[in-house]
């Protein structure tokens, strides 16, 4: 499947900013099933961000803006042929190795609600028992938006039984390092419609398995992603992923307005 998408986030301050530096992790990394055809970001009042590598594989461009603004815009996208490749997620030049998904976070920290829920899914089969424990998650959750926010812990959605697919992602998380099983926060945008744009930066997770590597599991929707997705960042959890994070001196009240299209496209496009 072709897809094109475009990411537009603009920050509008009431009062001149003197300095800003922003990380955006909105470039999709090239693996089996996901080929970048072109892709682009641009960050105003920033000509040539400085563009790496972090820890966790991710290409990041870093923004410093040294001069008086009002308005910073950062606007990402492009096109990338996707296919199905039943989660797997194979080809990807991995940083580190899986064992440092162990480890727990503050977001992903397993209560005794969690370890409950991750015994309760007792399979032989590993790739199993992660398919059951994604169903389980997902039972226990409803999917209610503006019930959490991006602070909230995997056991306080789960204790709530409300969240998104932020939540789903991190319970998951949380419930598979508690059986030893290492697990990533996933970012990445999703086709709803297959013909039509739609508003849909997505988010979901990734377990390792011994004989396959990475997994992803989309809790959200109860499945493992397919030629819909397009994989932009991964992390510890949603804070080592997010999309754009950054810092800022002057400014007083920000108003933040993010526009995502994703668009299934033609192959004669």
């Keep these: 499947m072709l897809i094109s ?16 530096i922003q990380s955006v992790r909105l470039t999709p990394a090239a ?6 055809t072109d892709w682009r970001v641009s960050v105003s ?24 603004h009002q308005a910073l815009v950062i606007e990402a996208g492009g096109t990338v042929e996707t296919e199905d490749c039943s989660g797997i997620v194979a080809g990807l030049a991995d940083a580190i190795p899986p064992r440092v998904y162990l480890r727990v976070t503050a977001q992903t920290r397993p209560d005794a609600g969690i370890c409950e829920l991750a015994r309760s899914v007792d399979r032989k089969d ?5 398919h059951a424990l994604a169903g389980a998650v997902r039972t226990r959750v409803d999917y209610v938006p503006g019930a959490t926010d991006a602070h909230t812990e995997a056991a306080a ?3 709530d039984g409300r969240g998104v697919c932020q ?18 926060y996933v970012t990445g945008y999703l086709v709803i419609e297959a013909d ?19 997994v992803g599991f989309d809790v959200t929707n109860r499945i493992c992603p397919t030629e819909r997705y397009v994989r932009l960042a991964a ?3 949603a804070g080592y992923a997010a999309p754009v994070i950054g810092s800022r001196r002057g400014g007083e009240t920000e108003v933040l307005e993010v526009s995502v299209e994703v668009q299934r496209q033609s192959s004669q496009q």
């Design 31 to 36: 693996f089996a099933g996901q080929r970048v």
């Design 196 to 214: 039509n744009a739609s508003q849909a930066h997505h988010a979901w997770a990734e377990a390792w398995v011994e004989a396959l590597g990475w």
């Design 235 to 237: 992390g510890l959890d």
């Design 5 to 20: 998408v475009r990411h537009l986030t603009r920050y509008s301050y009431d009062a001149p900013v003197s300095y800003a």
């Design 157 to 159: 959605a789960l204790a």
């Design 167 to 184: 939540d789903h992602a991190h319970i998951f998380i949380a419930a598979a390092r508690s059986l030893g099983v290492p697990a990533r």
């Design 126 to 130: 590993r790739l199993d028992q992660l």
């Design 45 to 68: 009042a920033c000509e040539r961000p400085l563009q790496f590598t972090d820890a966790f594989g991710n290409t990041v461009h870093l923004a410093v803006i040294n001069t008086p």
